[in-house]
């Protein structure tokens, strides 16, 4: 539904449009809280792909970038994509509480740093997490009102082998073992406040994009609201 702005008789006076642009500015310089999105899905379901897409769309979110012990693939950046530690380093990040959430996913292990988290919270800034449903439970307890939970489903598991053939990064002995895992992922799959099927990329994309517009509208996420609603009523209301 788009949303209409009704026409007023006196647009087109100095007083009328000097008000309206005081109306644009005070909406334009609401703060709100920021979000934690978790978009998860089995491999080869498309979370990745769907979340380069999301960051390229929406310059209001950052990826949240993982440390990991497993090795560096082409094409990744250490410091974009993830930053690759050893099991030492990982170990000594564990001990000392740095991780939000962590998880061993096909022998390696996955972990969020815990301090640029906090930071964007604070800041009101979005941060996009492509974890699976381990991290997404461990976040639970810590941001239940900042997290935003999205399961991307393949369209079918045919496809979804289909998929993982495709990327030619993969030994047949290993996608045997991702098709055997995404059963498993996938029964987690009611754990998540939202459920996509992904058969196609650009309407999936939409569909994760309006989520994020309905939940960055909530009520309680818009910190300034309180006082820009008494400006335009006054505090007797």
Not at 107 to 121: E, F
Not at 173 to 184: G, K, S
Request: with cysteine.
């Amino acid at each position: 539904m788009r949303c209409s702005i009704p026409s007023l008789d006196a647009h087109g006076l100095p007083e009328a449009r000097t008000a309206m642009d005081q109306t644009h500015l005070d909406a334009t310089t609401r703060q709100r809280r920021g979000l934690l999105i978790v978009l998860s899905s089995p491999s080869g379901a498309g979370k990745t792909t769907i979340s380069r897409m999301l960051l390229d769309a929406d310059d209001e979110i950052a990826m949240s970038v993982s440390a990991t012990t497993r090795p560096m693939r082409p094409g990744e950046h250490e410091g974009k994509d993830y930053s690759f530690v050893e099991d030492d380093e990982f170990d000594r990040m564990i001990n000392d509480g740095e991780f939000v959430e962590w998880a061993n996913v096909f022998g390696y292990r996955y972990g969020t740093p815990k301090a640029p988290v906090k930071d964007a919270l604070r800041e009101g800034r979005d941060i996009l997490f492509d974890i699976d449903w381990q991290g997404a439970r461990q976040l639970e307890p810590d941001f239940k009102g900042q997290l935003v939970t999205i399961f991307l489903l393949p369209p079918s598991m045919a496809e979804l082998e289909q998929r993982l053939r495709d990327r030619g990064t993969d030994s047949p002995e290993v996608v045997a073992d991702r098709m055997q895992r995404a059963a498993d992922e996938i029964s987690h799959w009611a754990e998540y406040e939202y459920v996509l099927v992904n058969d196609e990329m650009d309407g999936c994309l939409a569909q994760v994009r309006a989520i994020i517009a309905a939940e960055r509208s909530k009520r309680v996420r818009q910190t300034s609201l309180n006082a820009f609603v008494r400006g335009l009523i006054g505090p007797e209301h």
